[in-house]
């Protein structure tokens, strides 16, 4: 079964300083990948999606994320962190006939 | 283009009672599935319908069942319902399975 870790709970870090969130799945072969971003009481939005070709990809409010087949990793970055993208982050996986399998999430502080 | 909708946005029930969720899709998809999150947890996946049939299953018991209507519209169903029910239940509506676009949720609390 599909399965995705994120290894870490909650993360601090200061407005301005770069930032990277693991995300690693567990799958035979190449899933489709996903990072969502969800505010208190919110549903989710879609920061970007990894399906094939280049592996590094762009998303939406300066966010890239970057599939390591090697390493089963697809963790999302962002050179300069803002106040508002303080959020719970969630990287996601399927697969073609399968469902959305999310990660646990990870909090995201941001310290002015 | 209209985004996924959601209603209602809270409910409280007691526990045993029954409870309807709807979900409008967005425009032009023909899929819509449910998750349930628990609070400080990911959403896990109860089910998917694809053009009005049920079209895979999470690991949710029988009470929880649903509808999809020809307007790809879908109503969650929630029998007997238990404490552990109290949750955010989102929707999420796409064309297949890629992509998801996720409504704001319904908070449902089971007291």
């Known amino acids: 079964a599909q399965s995705v870790t994120q290894p870490d709970i909650h993360i601090t870090v200061s407005e301005g300083a770069s930032l990277e969130l693991r995300c690693n799945y567990s799958?035979?072969?190449?899933?489709?990948l996903f990072w969502y971003v969800q505010s208190p009481g919110q549903g989710l939005q879609l920061l970007l999606k990894?399906?094939?070709?280049?592996?590094l990809v762009q998303g939406i409010k300066g966010f890239e994320a970057e599939f390591k087949r090697s390493q089963s990793s697809f963790n999302l970055r962002k050179p300069s962190v803002h106040w508002s993208d303080a959020a719970e982050y969630f990287c996601?996986?399927?697969?073609?006939?399968?469902?959305?399998?999310f990660g646990p999430g990870t909090r995201l502080s941001v310290l002015p | 283009e209209t985004g996924v909708t959601q209603s209602p946005t809270h409910l409280i029930k007691t526990r045993g009672q029954q409870v309807t969720l709807r979900c409008s899709s967005q425009?032009?998809?023909?899929?819509v599935s449910w998750y349930q999150q628990a609070l400080g947890q990911g959403p896990q996946f109860i089910f998917q319908?694809?053009?009005?049939?049920?079209?895979g299953r999470g690991n949710f018991p029988p009470r929880f069942s649903g509808l999809q209507f020809p307007n790809y519209s879908s109503e969650l169903n929630v029998n007997a319902l238990e404490l552990d029910d109290s949750a955010l239940y989102l929707c999420?509506?796409?064309?297949?399975?890629?992509?998801?676009?996720f409504g704001p949720g319904t908070r449902l609390t089971v007291t």
């Open positions: 425009s032009g998809h023909n899929t």
């Open positions: 996601a996986v399927v697969s073609d006939g399968q469902n959305f399998v």
């Open positions: 319908y694809y053009r009005e049939e049920e079209n």
């Open positions: 799958y035979g072969a190449t899933p489709y």
């Open positions: 999420a509506s796409s064309l297949q399975t890629r992509e998801q676009y």
């Open positions: 990894y399906f094939s070709g280049d592996t």
